[in-house]
């Protein structure tokens, strides 16, 4: 079974830090990443995609894709205690024609005033 | 407004007993999808749709079902033999089934045995 690993957590920061998440996927035919973040009860809502290696920004946020070494990560600028949630990578697995968004268990991260 | 809509946001089920989650998208997408997402763990995809009258099996499938009748809705099936069944569901959306489409996800049911 393909896999998406993202260690656990937590991770902790002071406000104004740049807070570092980061997404291993084993499947080296991947072509598509997803960063979402879950509030503690709530359901995943989309922060950023990337399908290019490199990076990609989007205001305090930047994926960072190396297809080579099968990593992606995010970066939060100027983290604020708003950002502490759920980070879920995801990765659109392709079996045959039929993809689909394979998760990670997410990275629990703490934003502290 | 558009959205995915997911009814209702708890139920509660008694050993033995099926129960059906609902899932409406307006959003006019092609692909729908089921996850349950277990305390501390990510998601895992339980069944997915492209179109109507048409879906395939994920990762843990075994004790649910579902149906896909029209292209807004996708509902779920909790059965008697998923042993269990208390975890948070979500249900998701995408335009299409294609590599670079990211899914939309509804608010979530929480179901709890009891």
């Known amino acids: 079974q393909k896999e998406v690993e993202q260690n656990s957590g937590p991770l902790s920061v002071p406000e104004g830090a740049i807070a570092s998440l980061n997404c291993t996927y084993s499947?080296?035919?991947?072509?598509?990443f997803f960063w979402y973040r879950q509030y503690s009860g709530k359901s995943p809502e989309l922060i950023m995609f990337i399908y290019s290696n490199g990076d990609k920004e989007d205001g305090r946020f930047t994926a960072q894709l190396n297809k080579a070494s099968q990593y992606v990560s995010l970066l939060i600028r100027d983290s604020q205690p708003s950002d502490s949630a759920t980070y879920l990578c995801a990765v659109n697995d392709a079996g045959g024609s039929n993809y689909k968004l394979t998760f990670g268990k997410g990275t629990l991260l703490t934003v502290n005033p | 407004d558009g959205g995915i809509t997911q009814s209702p946001k708890y139920l509660f089920r008694k050993e033995g007993q099926n129960v059906t989650l609902s899932c409406e998208q307006n959003?006019?997408?092609?692909?729908m999808y089921w996850y349950r997402q277990d305390p501390g763990q990510g998601l895992r995809l339980i069944y997915y749709?492209?179109?109507?009258?048409?879906?395939q099996k994920g990762d843990i499938a075994e004790g649910y079902s579902v149906s896909r009748e029209k292209k807004e809705s996708f509902p779920l099936t909790v059965t008697s033999a998923q042993k269990n069944p208390t975890a948070f569901y979500l249900c998701a959306s995408s335009i299409r089934q294609e590599m670079n489409t990211e899914a939309f996800f509804g608010q979530g049911t929480r179901l709890t045995v009891v």
């Open positions: 959003l006019n997408h092609d692909a």
């Open positions: 749709s492209q179109i109507v009258n048409d879906f």
């Open positions: 499947d080296r035919g991947s072509q598509s």
